[in-house]
């Protein structure tokens, strides 16, 4: 199992958050693209399109299932990861690092992130999810 990183919050529907400020960026963790297999096809919502908490904001597919992707902050979003459109499988290689999926600019980050887990947290919740 690749370690969770500590610097990072996770959602229950397995998506990580990376806070700078108002700025989050958000992408699915490495328990979620295990379980999923090899990525083939990611979609991503539009640049401006505003999101709620828990929105789904986007598809992933691979060879096994789809999934929705659920925001787990809401916002704004303000970039989107075009090359993953052409190489989903970043998910799979670098889930924390290339294969991140959305930028938002967080419209109500206090609140939203009390319902995140810490690293700790999200392992032990991973491992609960993982029979």
């Known amino acids: 199992m690749a370690s969770t990183p500590q610097d990072l919050l996770y959602a229950r529907s397995h998506e990580w958050v990376r806070i ?12 979620a693209q295990r379980q ?20 789904i904001f986007g598809t992933i597919e691979s060879v096994k299932a789809a999934s929705d992707i659920f925001a787990p902050v809401g916002g ?3 970039e989107v ?11 799979n290689t670098d889930p924390y690092g290339d294969g991140w999926m959305i930028k938002l600019r967080a419209s109500n980050l206090a609140s939203d992130k009390s319902g ?3 690293a700790a947290a999200y392992d032990t919740y ?5 029979h």
């Open 36 to 55: 999923l297999g090899d990525v083939v096809f990611v979609e991503l919502p539009e640049v401006g399109r505003k999101l709620e908490l828990e929105d």
């Open 116 to 118: 995140l887990m810490d």
């Open 76 to 78: 704004e979003v303000i």
């Open 20 to 31: 700078d400020g108002d700025q989050v960026t958000i992408g699915i963790t490495d328990f």
């Open 126 to 130: 991973a491992a609960e999810s993982d």
């Open 81 to 91: 990861n075009q090359e993953l459109l052409d190489e989903p499988e970043m998910v």
